[in-house]
């Protein structure tokens, strides 16, 4: 009796990525190992996080706070009419991982500004931006600089865009690209206390999908470099990639390094801890640190911590959130109704009333990395039993 061979049609057929292999330089397992994380999941994010799922990234990390509405559905390959009303980095992180089952991709609905610990960002191989503000990109470019990892800046208005690369020791990062009127835009939101996270959202910018397919194409190009850095290829580190939608010019800027930036500094001999931002009370870090560095010793955050507030009526009340978290209602007196002042710091000695809680009990990240000091004396310690976050 004849046997009969049955095959199927995967037998025949190219490994998925067979054409990308083409490409003499191309390392498919150095995607697949890469930890990317992509910050903002609109009309750019959405063409980056498409791009690196087809290119098979093994982990992507999606950060971003909103949810998807009708306007999305213009921009955004990954985004349904039905999704409207869902979060945008839950729904993009679930649809890359159907687009590419070889593909890890999580969402994390979070503000980058605040809730991202360093650690996060210590685990990733690039980051790309896929952002409309200055405060989030500033923010990204100082997380990245502390531990010593590259990151894509993309922006895009109507038909036009620009992509920028910055590689701590390598030229310009983002900060030193900031002109005065930039700085001025982001103290003013700053200082806008009872701004809430809609109404900040207001300065819409028009997009299209067609010039976020473009930038992100080309970020996403540079990140396949940089992944590839021993390679020797040409990256656009310190650089700007700048395309005009109307005349399809296009050309590269290279930008001045600003030897009194303030984002340069990276974090050297950073200790890893069996910390966690919701269990190790401040007390106990401080305590470590005392051991390891002498009894004058502190404990440095790199955000300023709103303590407590003062009214002029005599009525006092604790805050314990970054500053940068304080609102306009948290600040009105209970007793007379007067706006409060508030003081604040970035240190603890040690003879602080509220060693007992924990860093997250002050707004400080899970996973985040803190600075023990003593005179010019600096070490870095991560809570790094937080480190299943990023699986
Ligand atoms: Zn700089
Ligand atoms: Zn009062």
Not at 30 to 53: C, P
Not at 61 to 90: C, H, P, Q
Not at 207 to 236: F, W, Y
Not at 322 to 340: F, N, S, W
Request: charged share 25%.
């Amino acid at each position: 009796m004849n046997e009969k061979i049955e095959f199927s049609a995967e037998d025949f057929e190219e490994d998925r990525y067979a054409r990308l292999r083409l490409i003499p330089w191309w390392d498919q397992d150095r995607l697949k190992e890469a930890s990317v994380m992509v910050v903002g999941a609109g009309a750019l994010g959405n063409e980056l996080i498409k791009n690196l799922a087809l290119l098979g990234i093994g982990k992507i990390y999606i950060f971003d706070m909103d949810r998807i509405e009708n306007t999305n559905l213009t921009r955004a390959v990954l985004f349904r009419r039905a999704d409207v009303g869902s979060f945008k980095a839950e729904v993009a992180a679930q649809r890359a991982s159907q687009m590419n089952p070889d593909v890890y991709a999580k969402g994390f609905v979070a503000n980058i500004i605040d809730d991202v610990g360093l650690g996060f960002f210590r685990r990733m191989d690039v980051v790309l931006g896929g952002l409309d503000n200055r405060e989030a990109r500033l923010a990204i470019n100082q997380s990245c600089y502390k531990v010593n990892k590259p990151w894509v800046d993309g922006a895009i208005e109507a038909l036009n865009g620009f992509a920028r690369v910055f590689v701590p020791g390598h030229g310009a990062c983002y900060e030193c690209t900031m002109t005065e009127t930039d700085w001025m835009l982001i103290n003013k939101r700053k200082s806008c206390a009872l701004l809430t996270h809609e109404q900040m959202n207001e300065g819409k910018i028009p997009t299209t999908p067609t010039s976020s397919s473009i930038i992100a194409g080309v970020q996403v190009q540079e990140m396949l470099k940089l992944l590839h850095s021993d390679r020797n290829l040409p990256t656009l580190a310190g650089k700007g990639y700048v395309f005009n939608g109307l005349t399809h010019d296009s050309y590269v800027v290279e930008y001045q390094e600003k030897p009194d930036c303030m984002s340069h500094d990276i974090y050297e001999s950073i200790e890893e801890m069996p910390w966690s931002a919701d269990k190790t009370t401040l007390g106990e870090i401080l305590r470590v640190i005392k051991e390891d560095l002498g009894e004058n010793a502190v404990l440095e955050f790199d955000r300023n911590i709103a303590v407590s507030a003062h009214c002029s009526c005599g009525s006092e009340k604790t805050l314990l959130c970054p500053v940068h978290k304080l609102r306009g209602e948290m600040l009105l007196c209970d007793r007379c109704g007067g706006t409060m002042q508030f003081s604040s710091t970035h240190m603890l000695q040690g003879d602080e009333g509220f060693l007992s809680k924990t860093p997250a009990g002050i707004g400080i990240p899970p996973l985040h990395i803190v600075c023990g000091r003593a005179g010019t004396t600096m070490k870095y310690y991560e809570f790094t039993d937080d480190q299943d976050l990023v699986k």
